[in-house]
């Protein structure tokens, strides 16, 4: 399938002014992304990762027209980034600087039907498509009142509204969960999970590598203006050639422990015995489904589960393994 | 998934789009029923405090004094016009220089920038609504200083003084466009802002003829289209005279400096709005 | 004492510096003046049978000069307080305040000192701009009208308290308070004009506000009483009247800020904005 978006080698270099005395100031080059190449697939829920100040919004803001590149080259829903600018506007539903992006003054209401009209939606469309999207996003209750008077998450959620007003083949959200509440985050990955399922292409960026694992096919981690991961999550996990490790402690028995290593994907599995009870190691190269048959087959011959626990690789392993860093360290440009 | 295949706006959509710009900003200022009060008051006290002045100091002679310096025994008309003018280019300094710097202040610059609808459809609608808002308070204001002072708001060719009112504001919003653009890129808007209203008024007479200017300050002042503006109403209501005797030459230099300000001011927007998309970004200031 | 004076040195120090750092509102600032005083002057001389050029009747530029001081001083102790405590609350440095032991009343008139200093700076310039466009200002009693310029003065640096105090309760509206006061100001204690220009009912409210009484006097007094001058009442009453003002104002503002802070503080919106 051809890439819905493909991103070629776009560099952006920022001039940044230092004020050095009161009439001098010294500028210096910042070079926020350094020949990024991506592409991503009609359909799919692609994750951008990586630390805060590693250059994703950067990213965003060039595929999205509100910042030039330096160099390089981008389509988005087979338009030409710089060439086609308006039509990939109207291609793409972004929601880009959280709760800031809205008319405080005007209701929610006001601001979906303002924000339509800007996207060139007929009137009466305009005001079908605010109805139905307040009514999935569960926000009747306050979309006659004024913004100021929401709460942050509220202003969140009007955010994400935002930016579904177009009805846009392809959705942009950055960061959309950040400030929200966990049921709210919870609520919101859903609904993204329901938009992808109708057709739509989502680039999600986020910080939060367990997020990008519920929700994303596919992920590059972003870092200090290089992509230095990108693929399918369960490849960027395997590619680090490590053996996923579940351990089950209960009653099981040898005959369990026979039915388990005939299951396919188990490189190895041992039983032993555990403060009086049995615990059963296994270990696999496979990432998916592997549990559920696990328990199914040790049901089966009459153990009795007490404790599963799974020691995964996660993408934040993947992060590590690549930087020699965490997540929690600020790779700002600035 | 269906095929999605993007047209460019046609003209209706435009204009649709534009027109919720300017209802955005009517709603808003709706919610501020104080500020629109004090947009009527101001140019009423502004007008006052000369004629007062005069009154007091000049007695039973103002009027014909008044005359003798301006072309006109009607001093309340006079400086009703000049404040109510005023507060038409105050108003378009704000909304349409202040427009995209208000716009980053409350972050929703972005928003809108991420939306297909041209950076030149949305000023036609912040012009409009300048325009619905700075000449709705300068005609109420108007009517009613004329109330209080007991003076024929309608005497003369009002047609004409409409007319001049009209023409000007194209090229009155592309010169705040201008300055809007420069404003982009400088901190303290605020200030400059501020100051240009006072020079504008100042070089367009708000209270006197650029008569009385020295000679290079008159013609700075002709180069700024509220000069011709101002005079043409107080020409065609109150007789003072047009700079080039008749309205329609006068009228035919505003048409003029509409015809070439607002690409002036497009090219200078332009420039400054893609000099921003190259560098830091148009939410940042 | 002298740990409340070194406090009050670095707030006075602070806000030089943010002065500074916007130099383009400083200068801006300076011009406005300017333009101002030369538009309603060169309006006034409208009136005035030889036009401009001409030797203007001594009470023209005097009405309008010295109003014009007292108006922009005015402008600075009234409003500045509030708006200075609006800006705190907006840029969400007015609790900071509240948390260091400072005096609250040392940063207030610390940005007072500041913008009294400017001002006389800007009344003198104003001044001389005047001068040369009418050809002159009569100035006498200078004595006097420094001590009315005070006494009005602290008599407004008290409104400016009450007016602090108003700016904690109404927050975002506080603006609009602002623009009313002011112009209900430029009219009804008639800085740029004679108080015989006003017809005799808006003349009666004039009379109510003791600001009215600093005004006049002060130009009456700087111009040497002539004929009609003061306007309002004698000139040893409008004294007795501005010097009260001038004691009594400044504790009761202080009182009124106070309690409102107090109340701000119960209810936790200080911060709110």
């Not at chain 1, 006659?144 to 202003?155: F, I, L, M, N, T």
């Not at chain 1, 200090?224 to 990108?230: C, H, K, L, P, T």
């Not at chain 1, 555990?274 to 087959?297: C, D």
């Not at chain 2, 015809?259 to 497009?266: A, C, D, K, S």
Request: overall charge neutral; glycine content about 8%; some cysteine.
């Amino acid at each position: 399938m051809k890439g819905q978006v493909i991103v070629e080698n776009l560099k952006k270099i920022y001039l940044s002014k230092q004020r050095t005395g009161l009439f001098q100031s010294r500028t210096t080059e910042v070079e926020a992304l350094k020949g990024v190449s991506l592409e991503i697939k009609a359909g799919e829920i692609f994750g951008l990762l990586g630390p805060n100040g590693a250059g994703k919004t950067t990213l965003i803001k060039c595929l999205t027209t509100l910042l030039l590149p330096t160099s390089g080259a981008a389509w988005i829903n087979g338009y030409k980034l710089t060439e086609e600018d308006n039509a990939i506007r109207a291609s793409v539903g972004c929601m880009l600087m959280g709760e800031r992006g809205l008319y405080w003054k005007l209701t929610g209401r006001e601001n979906l039907d303002f924000f339509g009209a800007l996207y060139h939606l007929p009137a009466g469309e305009r005001r079908r498509r605010s109805s139905e999207i307040i009514q999935r996003l569960h926000l009747e209750e306050i979309a006659d009142r004024a913004v100021e008077s929401y709460s942050s998450g509220q202003k969140m959620k009007l955010a994400f509204a935002k930016a579904l007003i177009n009805d846009a083949p392809i959705l942009i959200l950055d960061e959309p969960t950040n400030t929200l509440d966990v049921p709210s985050a919870r609520e919101l990955r859903e609904i993204v999970q329901t938009l992808n399922q109708e057709g739509k292409t989502i680039i999600y960026t986020t910080h939060i590598m367990l997020e990008a694992e519920i929700l994303c096919e596919r992920v590059a981690i972003i870092d200090r203006g290089e992509v230095i991961a990108q693929g399918a999550v369960v490849d960027l996990k395997q590619s680090l050639g490590r053996e996923k490790v579940i351990r089950l402690e209960g009653v099981i028995s040898e005959s369990a422990l026979r039915a388990v290593e005939q299951l396919p994907g188990i490189n190895r599995a041992a039983l032993a015995m555990l403060n009086g009870h049995n615990q059963l190691t296994v270990v696999t190269a496979e990432e998916s489904n592997l549990l559920p048959r696990l328990i199914e087959t040790l049901t089966q011959h009459q153990a009795l589960l007490q404790r599963i626990t799974p020691e995964e690789v996660t993408l934040e392993d993947v992060f590590i393994a690549h930087t020699g860093r965490t997540l929690a360290d600020n790779t700002s440009l600035q | 998934m269906r095929e999605f295949v993007y047209h460019p706006p046609t003209f209706r959509q435009k204009l649709d789009a534009a027109l919720a710009e300017t209802r955005l900003r009517l709603i808003n200022i709706s919610r501020y029923p104080g500020q629109l009060v004090m947009e009527i008051i101001i140019p009423l006290v502004f007008a006052s405090m000369p004629m007062l002045l005069g009154r007091a100091t000049a007695g039973a002679d103002a009027a014909a004094n008044f005359e003798a310096n301006t072309g006109t025994t009607n001093y309340v008309a006079y400086m009703l016009i000049g404040a109510n003018i005023f507060t038409i280019v105050t108003s378009a300094f704000w909304h349409v220089a202040y427009w995209l710097r208000f716009e980053q202040e409350t972050g929703t610059l972005e928003s809108i920038y991420l939306t297909p609808t041209s950076s030149v459809t949305l000023l036609s609608g912040v012009a409009l609504h300048s325009a619905i808002r700075g000449v709705g308070s300068a005609l109420i204001a108007y009517f009613i200083g004329c109330l209080i002072y007991r003076v024929n708001p309608l005497q003369g060719d009002v047609l004409i003084a409409l007319l001049f009112i009209l023409v000007g504001l194209i090229p009155l919003y592309s010169l705040t466009l201008l300055f809007g653009a420069v404003v982009l890129k400088v901190k303290e808007s605020n200030a400059l802002i501020n100051l240009m209203q006072w020079v504008v008024s100042f070089l367009m007479g708000i209270f006197f003829p650029i008569a009385i200017l020295p000679k290079v300050v008159q013609l700075i002042a002709l180069a700024f289209p509220p000069t011709w503006m101002i005079n043409g109403v107080r020409s065609a209501l109150l007789g003072v005279g047009f700079f080039f005797g008749e309205w329609y030459l006068d009228l035919a230099v505003l048409w003029t400096f509409l015809l070439i300000t607002p690409y002036v001011g497009m090219w200078v927007f332009r420039r400054v709005e893609n000099n921003l998309r190259r560098n830091e970004g148009m939410g940042q200031f | 004492m002298s740990k409340h004076l070194s406090v009050f040195a670095a707030m006075v120090h602070k806000e030089f510096l943010i002065m500074l750092r916007y130099p383009i509102e400083f200068v801006a600032s300076f011009f406005q003046v300017f333009l101002i005083i030369i538009i309603i002057t060169l309006a006034g001389l409208m009136f005035s049978s030889e036009g401009v050029g001409a030797e203007a009747p001594p009470e023209v530029g005097g009405v309008v000069a010295y109003g014009f001081v007292l108006f922009i001083y005015l402008s600075d102790t009234l409003w500045g307080i509030g708006f200075n405590v609006r800006r705190e609350q907006k840029q969400g440095t007015l609790e900071q305040l509240y948390l260091s032991p400072a005096s609250k009343f040392a940063s207030l008139a610390s940005r007072v000192v500041i913008t009294l200093f400017w001002t006389g700076l800007l009344s003198l310039g104003s001044l001389l701009v005047m001068s040369l466009l009418l050809g002159g200002l009569p100035l006498q009693n200078g004595g006097l009208g420094l001590y009315l310029l005070l006494m009005s003065l602290s008599g407004t640096f008290g409104m400016g308290f009450a007016f602090a105090a108003l700016t904690l309760r109404i927050k975002e509206a506080a603006q609009t308070a602002v623009n009313m006061l002011q112009f209900g100001f430029m009219v009804l204690c008639a800085p740029f004009f004679p108080f015989a220009a006003l017809p005799p009912a808006i003349l009666a409210i004039s009379r109510l506000i003791p600001l009215s009484y600093g005004v006049d006097s002060f130009r009456s007094t700087l111009m040497g009483y002539p004929e009609g001058f003061p306007e309002l009442a004698p000139i040893g009453t409008e004294i007795i009247i501005v010097t009260l003002f001038g004691l009594l104002m400044p504790p009761l503002g202080v009182w009124l800020y106070r309690w409102a802070e107090d109340d701000a503080r119960r209810r936790g919106t200080l911060s709110e904005y």
